[in-house]
C-alpha cells in the first residue's frame, strides 16, 4: 500500500475498505464515523466547499481553509474535504470569540493565512462576519452534521471529481498549515507538505508499534500538531479505532480520560506532561479501571517530568499500568510532530545529572544529591531521522554529553537551515536546549527561557516547577519566572507571578504572605535565588491556546504594572 499512497488524498480512498474508525464521545453517547465512509462523506463535502471557495480563490488564487470547529468529527469531514477539494487546510482555535485569548489567536491565524474560506461552528457565524465587516473572506459553518448514507450510497461526488476551473485534477503539495503553538514568540504558520505528513505516519506506526488492531484514545484539541497527527492521520495510516475525547471535558472532568483508556481498552494515548499530572491528582478510584492493555503513554509537548512519571505510576498501579509503557517523546510543528521516543521495549531513562556540569555546558552523572537535577530522556531519534547537537553560535557538532542546541534533519522536517535544500546535511536548528547521552536525547530547556543570575545558567521551567510545588494552594503549570533586571525592577534576583488554585482565591492577607514566604523559601534553598513573588488569581495569566504560559506576554503585562490583586513580598537569599 505504501508505494500507492502519495497524497493525503490517496490514502482516504485506500480506507473505502478500512476497518479503522473515529469515535467522538459525547454526553449523549458515541458517535462513529467509519473510514469506510470517508470518501464517500468528504466528497460530497468538498463539494459544497470548493464551491463556497470558489470567489476568494478564483479571484486572488488564496487556498487556504480556515478550518476552526469544535465538534472533533465534523473537524475530520471538513479537513479531509478540504484537501479533496484541492484547498489547503488551516486548523484554528475552537473556544469561543468571547474568550479574548482565543479571540486573538483566531483573527491572528486569520489574517496571517489569507484564507479563502473560513468554517467555524454556526452559532459564532454571525459574531465572526461581525469582525470581518469588508467581506473579503466568506466565512460558513456546516449546518448539521454529516451522517453516513449507508454502503453502497452516492453522495453524488467522489474525491477524484474534484478539478480546477481547466478541469486538471486538484492535488495540493501543501497537505495543511499548521501553526505553532505560541509559547516562546507568536504564532507562526509551518507548510506541511504531502511527503512530510506521510514520512511521519511511516516512521510513528514503526517507533509506536501501531497496526489495525491498535486503540487510541486522546483529548489533545485537534488544531494542534499533537492532536491533529496522532488522532487524526496516524489512526486512518494505521485502519485503527481513534476515540476522541472533547478537550473540554477533559478540563472539567480528567478521570474521563482513563475511563475511557479502560472502557475502549486502549493500546495508545498521548498527552502532555500537565495531562497525566492532573489524572494522578484527581482520579478518585483510579482500581476502578483497566489499563493492562495500554502499550504506549505518549508524553510530549512540554518538559516531561520524573515525578510526573512516578506520581500516575503510583496512582493507576491498581489499574494495571505498566510505567514501561511511558514513551517520552520530543517533536514540533517544524517537524510535523515527532523527532524522538523512547524504544518500545524499554522504560524511559531517568538520570540525576550535575547542575553544576550543565551550567558548565557538560552532562555527568550526579555524585552530590544536593548538586542533583533528574531529567527525562526523550528517546533515540524516529525511524529516518537524525538528531545532533551544534554550538548555539552556529558552530561545529558536539560531542556525546556536550549541551548545545538541538538540530534535526528527516523527511517529516518541513523546515530547513536558511540555504539548505530538503534532506540538506544542516537540517533544522530548534532553538532547544540539551544534549546525548548514550544516544538518547535529553533536554534542557528552549534557549530563549534560559537566564543568567550571577554568571549562572537557570531554565525557566525548572524554577517554575519548584514555585508551584512550594505550596498546595498554588496551581500546577500557572507560574512564570523571569530575571527581575528584565522587567526594569530593583532588588531581588527573581520576579515571580504565581496564580493560586480557584478554591483558594479567598485568602486573608496572613495566608497570603505565607504562601509567599513558601515560594521564597523553596527558590532559596533550590536554587539560593531571591524572590519577588506576585500572587495573582486563577486565570491570570497569558496562555496559548495548549495551556502553556505565554512568558514573554507576562514580563511585558509585569513591566507595565498589570498584575495586580495578590501578595508582594521582596525576601529571600542576599540579593545580587
Not at 475530520?76 to 470569540?97: E, H, M, Y
Not at 546535511?425 to 540539551?434: K, M, Q, V
Amino acid at each position: 500500500m505504501d508505494d500507492a499512497i502519495t497524497h493525503l488524498n490517496d490514502l482516504v480512498e485506500a480506507r473505502r475498505h478500512g476497518t479503522g474508525r473515529y469515535v467522538g464521545l459525547t454526553p449523549e453517547g458515541p458517535r462513529v464515523l467509519a473510514f469506510a465512509d470517508l470518501a464517500e462523506l468528504c466528497g460530497a463535502l468538498a463539494v459544497r466547499l470548493a464551491r463556497a471557495a470558489a470567489p476568494g480563490r478564483e479571484a486572488e488564487g488564496r487556498r487556504n481553509v480556515l478550518i476552526a470547529l469544535g465538534d472533533p468529527l465534523a473537524f475530520i469531514q471538513c479537513f479531509f474535504a478540504a484537501s479533496l477539494a484541492g484547498l489547503v487546510p488551516v486548523p484554528g482555535p475552537t473556544r469561543s470569540l468571547r474568550h479574548p485569548g482565543h479571540r486573538r489567536r483566531l483573527l491572528a491565524i486569520l489574517a496571517a493565512s489569507q484564507p479563502c474560506l473560513v468554517v467555524v461552528d454556526d452559532a459564532i457565524v454571525p459574531e465572526l462576519r461581525a469582525l470581518l465587516p469588508d467581506g473579503r473572506t466568506p466565512v460558513t459553518g456546516l449546518g448539521e452534521p454529516v451522517e453516513p448514507r449507508g454502503a453502497g450510497a452516492s453522495a453524488g461526488a467522489h474525491p477524484g471529481d474534484a478539478t480546477d476551473a481547466g478541469g486538471g485534477r486538484r492535488r495540493a503539495d501543501v497537505c495543511y498549515e499548521q501553526y505553532t503553538s505560541g509559547s516562546t514568540a507568536q504564532p507562526r504558520p509551518i507548510a506541511i507538505r504531502q511527503r512530510h505528513v506521510l514520512a511521519q505516519l511511516r516512521q510513528a506506526a514503526e517507533a509506536f508499534g501501531e497496526s489495525r488492531d491498535s486503540v487510541s484514545v486522546n483529548w489533545t484539541p485537534l488544531f494542534h500538531d499533537m492532536g491533529l497527527v496522532t488522532s487524526v492521520l496516524r489512526p486512518l495510516w494505521s485502519d485503527c479505532t481513534s476515540v476522541l475525547i472533547e478537550p473540554r471535558a477533559f478540563a472539567m472532568r480528567p478521570e474521563c480520560w482513563p475511563a475511557a483508556l479502560s472502557e475502549w481498552r486502549a493500546t495508545h494515548t498521548s498527552a502532555p506532561d500537565f495531562g497525566y499530572a492532573l489524572c494522578a491528582a484527581r482520579t478518585a478510584r483510579p482500581q476502578a479501571y483497566d489499563l493492562r492493555r495500554l502499550v504506549v503513554a505518549r508524553s510530549a509537548g512540554e518538559p516531561v517530568r520524573a515525578r510526573t512519571l512516578a506520581a500516575f505510576s503510583a496512582a493507576f498501579a491498581p489499574a494495571g499500568f505498566d510505567p514501561a509503557a511511558f514513551k517520552p517523546s520530543y517533536g514540533l510543528a517544524e517537524a510535523t510532530l515527532t523527532v524522538t521516543s523512547c524504544p518500545l521495549d524499554a522504560p524511559p531513562q531517568v538520570v540525576e545529572f550535575s547542575r553544576g556540569a550543565l551550567e558548565r555546558g557538560r552532562a555527568e552523572p550526579a555524585t552530590d544529591p544536593r548538586d542533583a537535577r533528574v531529567l527525562v530522556s526523550c528517546g533515540l531519534p524516529v525511524p529516518g531521522t537524525t538528531v545532533t547537537v551544534r554550538r548555539e553560535s552556529g558552530g561545529g557538532r558536539l560531542r556525546e554529553g556536550e549541551v548545545g542546541e538541538v538540530w534535526i534533519a528527516g523527511p517529516q522536517v518541513a523546515v530547513v537551515a536558511e540555504g539548505e535544500g530538503e534532506g540538506g546535511r544542516a537540517g533544522f536548528g530548534t532553538g532547544d536546549l540539551g544534549f546525548l547521552w548514550e544516544g538518547e536525547l535529553f533536554l534542557l530547556g528552549r534557549g530563549r527561557d534560559r537566564f543568567q543570575v550571577r554568571g549562572q545558567n537557570f531554565y525557566s521551567h525548572e524554577i517554575e516547577d519548584v514555585v508551584v510545588a512550594a505550596d498546595p494552594r498554588l496551581r500546577p503549570g500557572r507560574a512564570v519566572v523571569f530575571p527581575a533586571e528584565a522587567s526594569g525592577a530593583r532588588g531581588p534576583a527573581l520576579v515571580v507571578v504565581a496564580e493560586l488554585r480557584r478554591d483558594t482565591a479567598l485568602l486573608t492577607d496572613g495566608q497570603e504572605r505565607s504562601v509567599v514566604a513558601a515560594i521564597v523559601t523553596a527558590l532559596s534553598r533550590e536554587f539560593e535565588l531571591s524572590a519577588a513573588p506576585v500572587l495573582v488569581p486563577a486565570g491570570t495569566l497569558p496562555l496559548t491556546t495548549s495551556g502553556k504560559v505565554r512568558r514573554g506576554d507576562c514580563r511585558r503585562r509585569y513591566a507595565a504594572g498589570e498584575f495586580t490583586g495578590g501578595e508582594t513580598v521582596a525576601a529571600g537569599a542576599e540579593d545580587h
